[in-house]
T-cell receptor
Framework: QKEVEQNSGPLSVPEGAIASLNCTYSDRGSQSFFWYRQYSGKSPELIMSIYSNGDKEDGRFTAQLNKASQYVSLLIRDSQPSDSATYLCAVNTGFQKLVFGTGTRLLVSP | DAGVIQSPRHEVTEMGQEVTLRCKPISGHDYLFWYRQTMMRGLELLIYFNNNVPIDDSGMPEDRFSAKMPNASFSTLKIQPSEPRDSAVYFC?????????????FGAGSRLTVL
């Protein structure tokens, strides 16, 4: 079992819709979780971090964490074509070691 | 700050040649990470350093790979000899420990093609 799992997609949504991206992880001891966005040919950039159970909102982005289910999600409201990218889930598995999932490709159509 | 600087941006070499990738982290950052990204395997952690000391190199694929961090402002990842399966984008990232969590800033990456 991979440490961090994501559906590779692509996830296609129309402009203005809500995009829901999901991630599961295997290490129950993990304490911090991150979502990175990566445009084609570019490097990953951090968009959200979450450390405790529940929801965390930042603008159009909401991260959700359920440690009991070992599940992290990212919601993007009012999706825009500029949101089209690969979204990487990352989990700190201890000692500052950050493990990434393979990413979900999101396509937002105008 | 100029961010994390990697060189070269692109490298094309032949199988068996030595490849050296370079990274300058953000000043003041105490962690440095080397990742490799391929379509099949995604972003894999190869090795990371804390205050110039290697902490975990369990992701280094084999003895052909080595990494050093001689000082706080410079790190290298070396592949000798290189093989076609090493073709990938290699990212360097740095961070500083803040609020109990690591927030990574990535360099632009070095795209390696081994023929």
């Amino acid at each position: 079992q991979k440490e961090v799992e994501q559906n590779s997609g692509p996830l296609s949504v129309p402009e203005g819709a809500i995009a829901s991206l999901n991630c599961t992880y295997s290490d129950r001891g993990s304490q911090s979780f991150f979502w990175y966005r990566q445009y084609s040919g570019k490097s990953p950039e951090l968009i959200m971090s979450i450390y405790s159970n529940g929801d965390k909102e930042d603008g159009r982005f909401t991260a959700q964490l359920n440690k009991a289910s070992q599940y992290v999600s990212l919601l993007i409201r009012d999706s825009q074509p500029s949101d089209s990218a690969t979204y990487l889930c990352a989990v700190n598995t201890g000692f500052q070691k950050l493990v990434f999932g393979t990413g979900t490709r999101l396509l937002v159509s105008p | 700050d100029a961010g994390v600087i990697q060189s070269p941006r692109h490298e094309v070499t032949e199988m068996g040649q030595e490849v050296t990738l370079r990274c300058k982290p953000i000043s003041g950052h105490d962690y440095l990470f080397w990742y490799r990204q391929t379509m099949m395997r995604g972003l894999e952690l190869l090795i990371y350093f804390n205050n110039n000391v290697p902490i975990d190199d369990s992701g280094m694929p084999e003895d052909r790979f080595s990494a050093k961090m001689p000082n706080a402002s410079f790190s290298t990842l070396k592949i000798q000899p290189s093989e076609p399966r090493d073709s990938a984008v290699y990212f360097c990232a740095s961070s500083f420990y803040a609020s109990g969590a690591n927030v990574l800033t990535f360099g632009a990456g070095s795209r390696l093609t081994v023929l």
